[in-house]
């Protein structure tokens, strides 16, 4: 008779984690991001355009240095080279402007591009 008592008590506990699991689920599935968490998604995308902008503009620099330097010609490569990094830097912007509009595919879904 416990036995019988028991196996009924796990039905029923059974039945009720299903249910809340079920609760759980709708919940968890209608959870929104809130502003703070969107504006600081916006704000990683503006550093991450401005950080490209000067990635590009200083590794331009760079090479058009090191070049006048082992040449002789002072100002010639380096800015031609900022200028080269600087529209690198534009592109890659751009770039990534572009992919700000998108929706958000699943995870793991880049195939390489």
């Given at each position: 008779m416990a036995e019988h008592d028991h196996d009924a008590?796990?039905?029923?506990?059974?039945?009720?984690?299903?249910?809340?699991?079920a609760r759980l689920g709708?919940?968890?599935?209608?959870k929104l991001p809130s502003r703070g968490e969107e504006h600081f998604s916006q704000a990683n995308l503006a550093w991450r355009m401005v950080t490209?902008?000067?990635?590009?503009?200083?590794i331009g620099f760079m090479i058009g240095y090191?070049?006048?330097?082992?040449?002789?010609?002072?100002?010639?490569?380096m800015v031609v080279f900022v200028l080269l990094g600087l529209a690198a830097g534009i592109k890659t912007m751009m770039r990534t402007a572009k992919d700000i509009g998108k929706p958000p595919g699943p995870p793991g879904d880049d195939k390489g591009e």
């Open positions: 008590a796990r039905a029923r506990d059974a039945e009720r984690l299903r249910k809340l699991e709708k919940k968890a599935g209608a490209e902008l000067v990635a590009g503009l200083g090191g070049l006048d330097y082992l040449t002789g010609l002072r100002p010639v490569f």
